[in-house]
């Protein structure tokens, strides 16, 4: 039984930095089809359209029928531990970094027989496990077994904290505390375990309510943050970049109409100047020190969350030039994750629908609550899933898009419903 993750040690600063080394992440075209399930938490496997069958590793055609129409469908795990070895050399740098390794050899009920990571829970074969797939620190889909029943100190066992980037004695900042979803993301990140919480306020004159009671908690640190501020964020960075081990971007502007609503450019320009130059200002200051810092022992460097929005996917027009900063900061996400990806950071995207707060008064519900989407963010740290789509509007919308992304537009254009 993995016992409670204990504090580790403080960095020894006069050791050498470990240089970080990816675990294997070539994979074919065929097989990112179990990536792409995994980055959105789910374990899928191909499953034929012409004889149902279920078949692992992932192939062009169906195993048994030669069909090759494979649909990826999502897969319980549910299965037996048939064999269990612990590696105790490897030739691969990542891995025998991290030996002894345990691996076993799992029949899924489901049909195929894989090989997977064990988690340390997980005893001796024969047993009933369940499989998983996992994003490892490459980005890539791994398959782990996990114990059938939830054990205790689950997440605080070793395979889990590589796979993830659970908060537990981490130091996170989050950009701005002023807000509602701020505020609930610190709390959530503070109830995880989260060693230091810096909090970012732009304007530190201003009285706000709810911030000072976070001040209050011991965890957190108020910090001067403006992201619309090259110097304010240089600044910050300057001062705990080296210490930062997850970025949580949260800082938005996000106010209501489109095109014709209101006059002239300026309230476009702050939410471009916010929301996506603020972005990249962080991923500029931040993002350096954070990939020199991942190879950091148990609770190195290992995350950045941006929070995006459903409205990032396709333009919803009564929200229209908001909708277009959240898709400019969706693409330039998606060349922070290609960017850190070599050093096995990860980047989280949060796609939120409408959230109870003052800019979505005039929607109506259903609305994901601030205590909703923090604890979605806290729990893809901690599962390493790369796209989250808290709530169910944002749930509904993402079917659509994925549907047909021509018949969303056309219905958000005549108001969303
Ligand atoms: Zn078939």
Same mark, same amino acid.
């Given at each position: ?28 075209? #065929? ?12 374990? +899928?496997? %191909? ?6 069958? &279920? %078949?692992?590793?992932?192939?062009? +055609? ?21 064999? /269990? ?21 799992? +029949? !899924? $009920? ?5 090989? /997977? ?23 890539? +889909?791994?398959? *782990? ?5 939830? @054990? ?11 796979? =993830? ?8 900042? &989050? ?5 509602? #979803?701020?505020?609930a993301?610190?709390?959530?990140? &503070? ?5 230091? &919480? ?10 706000? $309510?709810? !911030? ?32 930062? $081990? ?6 938005? *502007? ?35 020190? !954070?990939? =020199? ?38 693409? !330039? ?13 990860? *980047? ?12 979505? %008064? ?7 609550s601030p205590q909703a989407l923090a604890s979605?963010? *806290? ?12 709530? $169910? ?23 969303? @419903?």
């Amino acid at each position: 039984m993995s016992g409670p993750f204990v504090k580790p040690p403080r960095k020894n600063p006069v050791l050498r930095t470990p240089r970080f080394n990816l675990p294997p992440a070539a994979r074919g075209r #065929v097989a990112l089809g179990l990536t792409a399930a995994a980055a959105q938490g789910k374990f +899928a496997l %191909q499953v034929c359209d012409a004889c149902a069958a &279920v %078949q692992y590793p992932p192939r062009e +055609a169906c195993l048994q029928c030669l069909s090759p129409r494979l649909t990826w469908r999502a897969q319980t795990g549910e299965g037996t531990l048939l064999a /269990a070895t612990t590696l105790r050399h490897s030739n691969d740098l990542y891995f025998r970094d991290r030996l002894p390794w345990r691996i076993g050899t799992v +029949a !899924l $009920d489901a049909g195929p027989t894989v090989i /997977a990571h064990l988690h340390g829970d997980v005893g001796d074969a024969p047993q009933r496990v369940r499989v998983g797939a996992r994003l490892d620190r490459s980005g890539q +889909a791994v398959l *782990v077994g996990l114990p059938y029943q939830e @054990s205790p100190h689950m997440a605080d066992d070793r395979l889990m904290r590589e796979l =993830g980037s659970d908060p537990r004695f981490r130091k996170v900042l &989050v950009t701005d505390g002023k807000s509602a #979803v701020g505020q609930a993301i610190v709390r959530a990140l &503070v109830k995880a375990g989260a060693d230091i &919480v810096w909090v970012g306020h732009a304007e530190p004159w201003k009285k706000l $309510d709810g !911030l000072d009671a976070i001040a209050e908690l011991p965890q957190v640190t108020l910090v001067p943050l403006d992201v619309g501020s090259e110097r304010s964020v240089t600044e910050l960075a300057g001062e705990i970049g080296g210490k930062v $081990d997850i970025v949580i971007n949260n800082a938005e *502007v996000h106010r209501t109409f489109g095109i014709g609503g209101r006059r002239g450019t300026d309230v476009a320009k702050l939410e471009m100047e916010i929301n996506y130059f603020g972005l990249l200002r962080l991923a500029q200051a931040f993002g350096p020190a !954070l990939k =020199g810092r991942s190879a950091d022992g148990p609770a190195h460097a290992t995350a950045w969350v941006n929070l995006l929005s459903i409205y990032a996917l396709s333009n919803f027009p009564s929200h229209g030039t908001f909708s277009a900063s959240k898709a400019a900061a969706l693409s !330039l996400a998606q060349c922070l994750r290609a960017e850190m990806a070599p050093a096995g950071i990860r *980047v989280i995207n949060v796609f939120p629908g409408p959230i109870d707060d003052e800019w979505d %008064q005039q929607v109506p519900p259903p609305k994901v609550s601030p205590q909703a989407l923090a604890s979605a963010i *806290v729990g893809a740290l901690r599962d390493g899933v790369e796209d989250v789509y808290p709530g $169910d509007i944002a749930q509904e919308w993402l079917q659509r898009w994925r549907d047909n992304p021509k018949v969303l537009e056309r219905e958000l254009a005549a108001g969303g @419903s």
